[in-house]
């Protein structure tokens, strides 16, 4: 079978805590994208601290970003598609989170909002 895309995690999979990508699994994607297998990143991140390892890694193919919810070129940094939650539903969330007592973290507009800081 011939492989088409190749859809990679970045958190515990192309990266550990150290935050970089090692260089034997650099060269194994390298690899993949010379015998025409197109890469690209599937993960929970936020658009832009992830476009540092599509370029690291020459991506050109568009990244899959908070869970699916934003697709982004790596290339021209155009969003192609996002699909943020309803506000209604947002606001249920954050409803819910904030009785179950953990800290609340927002995303919009690929900022980061804390509801509180820790020192």
Not at 71 to 81: A, T
């Amino acid at each position: 079978m011939q492989y088409k895309l190749m859809a990679i995690d970045l958190d515990g999979t192309l990266i550990g805590r150290e935050g970089v990508i090692p260089p034997r699994t650099k060269q194994a994607i390298q690899d993949a994208m010379a015998a025409g297998i197109k890469v690209t990143l599937a993960t929970g991140r936020m658009f832009r601290p992830s476009l540092r390892f599509a370029q690291e890694l020459g991506l050109q193919v568009p990244l899959i970003c908070y869970q699916g919810a934003l697709i982004g070129d790596p290339c021209s940094r155009e969003i192609l598609w996002h699909q943020p939650l309803a506000l209604s539903v947002s606001r249920e969330v954050i409803k819910l989170v904030r009785e179950a007592g953990p800290q609340l973290l927002v995303y919009q507009n690929d900022e980061l909002y804390v509801e509180k800081t820790s020192a």
